[in-house]
C-alpha cells in the first residue's frame, strides 16, 4: 500500500478511516499549529478516545510517545509511536466551538467542534458525542497552585507524530481555527493526515 | 421551605431536582469518603457540568469555592458556594464503571457510572451522555513531571460544601463504591445530599 496524504486547510477538519493496526501521522505543516485530533471506533462512533479515561489509564496529565489512548469503554485505541516534535501536548481542553467564540467577541466563527461534527456527518454520523479533544503541539501549562498557563505551539514546519490504530477507528484531525489568542500564534495554518504504508 | 435531607446509602446515588437560585449541601457523613457529583440542565439533559469545559473557564485544574461549573455549552450551571472540608476536589478522572472494577479483577461490582445511569432512567432519561464527574473530596496530585497521584479522602465525618444551581438542574450524587484502592480508606460510607431553605 503507498502511503495517502490528506492536506487539511487552516480552519479545517477531514475524517480519515484507520483500520486496526495501521499507522497515520499528523504534520504541522507550517508549524506553530494545533491539531485538535479525535477517535471514534468505526462500528460504534459512540465509543471514542476519552481523555478522562487515559488520564486514568497512563496515570498522566498530557500524552507521551509510547502510552496509549483509551476509550470510554477502557479500551485502548490508539498508540502514540513516534513524536518528531517538542513533544508539548494537551489532554485537559474542550475544542473551541460557537459559543466560545462568542463569548470572545467573534459571531460565526469557525470551531474544531463544528469541523467535527461536518466531518461525522458526512460519514453519515449525525448525531455524535463531541468527546474532549487530543489537542496535539498545543501547549498548555500547570502552575504549582493548579492554575493553568497557555502558550503558542512550539512547533517547526513539518514537525510530525505518529499514531497506530488499536481498533478500526475514524480519526478526525481539525487543524484549530482559534485566532484571537496565540496558541496558533494569531496564524491557523494547514495540517496534514498521512495513511502510512504497512 | 424546610430543608431536605437525603440520606444516599454507601455505593448508591440519588438524583435531585434543584431549581435556579437554590441551594443544595453535599455531606460526607462519616468522613473519608469521595462524592461523585453530576449536574444536568433539567429541560435538556444533554446538557451538563463539564470538566474540560469548567477547566478553561475557570482556568484552574481543581475546583475551588467561589468560583463556576458550565456546561458543555458554556453556560454557568452551579456556583460553589461554601467549602466546610479540607478543599480536596477531583475534575481530571472518570467515574468508575463496570470495566474499570474487571480490570481491577472485581466482576459485577457497584460503580458510580451505573449508579448515575440508574438514577437518571428512574427519571426516565435513560440514554445519557456520561460526564466526567466532579469528585468532591477526592484527593488526586500532580507531579512536576505531570504524572498523577491518589490519596485517600482527607475529609472527616460531616464536612461539607454547598452549591447554588445556576439553572434548573437535575443533580446526581453518587457515594463512590470503590473499595480495591485507599480513595475511600477501603471503606465506603454514606454521604448526604440536603437542599437547603433560602
Same mark, same amino acid.
Request: charged content about 20%; aromatic content about 10%.
Given at each position: 500500500? +503507498?502511503?495517502?496524504?490528506?492536506? !487539511?486547510?487552516a480552519r479545517?477538519? #477531514?475524517?480519515v478511516r484507520v483500520d486496526t493496526g495501521k499507522r497515520f501521522r499528523i504534520q504541522d505543516v507550517e508549524g506553530g499549529q494545533?491539531?485538535?485530533?479525535?477517535?471514534?471506533a468505526a462500528?460504534?462512533?459512540?465509543?471514542?478516545?476519552?481523555? +478522562?479515561?487515559?488520564?486514568?489509564? !497512563?496515570n498522566r496529565l498530557f500524552p #507521551?510517545?509510547?502510552?496509549?489512548f483509551v476509550t470510554n469503554r477502557r479500551r485502548p485505541i490508539l498508540s502514540f509511536e513516534q513524536d518528531n516534535s517538542p513533544g508539548i501536548h494537551d489532554m485537559?481542553?474542550?475544542?473551541?466551538?460557537p459559543t466560545r467564540y462568542e463569548l470572545l467577541g467573534a459571531k460565526d466563527h469557525p470551531s474544531c467542534q463544528v469541523n467535527l461534527m461536518r466531518a461525522m456527518a458526512e460519514l453519515g454520523h449525525d448525531a455524535i458525542e463531541i468527546p474532549q479533544?487530543?489537542?496535539?503541539?498545543?501547549?498548555?501549562?500547570?502552575?504549582?497552585?493548579?492554575s493553568l498557563t497557555?502558550?503558542?505551539?512550539p512547533t517547526k514546519a513539518e514537525d510530525d507524530v505518529v499514531f497506530r490504530a488499536l481498533l478500526d477507528s475514524v480519526i478526525v484531525a481539525s487543524a484549530c481555527p482559534q485566532d484571537l489568542n496565540d496558541i496558533n500564534r494569531f496564524r491557523p495554518s494547514s495540517i496534514g493526515v498521512e495513511l502510512l504504508p504497512d
Open positions: 500500500m +503507498e502511503s495517502v496524504f490528506v492536506l !487539511v486547510p479545517e477538519a #477531514r475524517a494545533v491539531v485538535d485530533l479525535f477517535a471514534f462500528n460504534d462512533v459512540s465509543e471514542y478516545a476519552s481523555a +478522562e479515561h487515559t488520564r486514568i489509564w !497512563v #507521551r510517545v509510547g502510552e496509549e485537559l481542553c474542550a475544542a473551541c466551538d479533544p487530543i489537542n496535539l503541539f498545543m501547549s498548555v501549562g500547570v502552575e504549582p497552585d493548579g497557555w502558550g503558542p505551539a
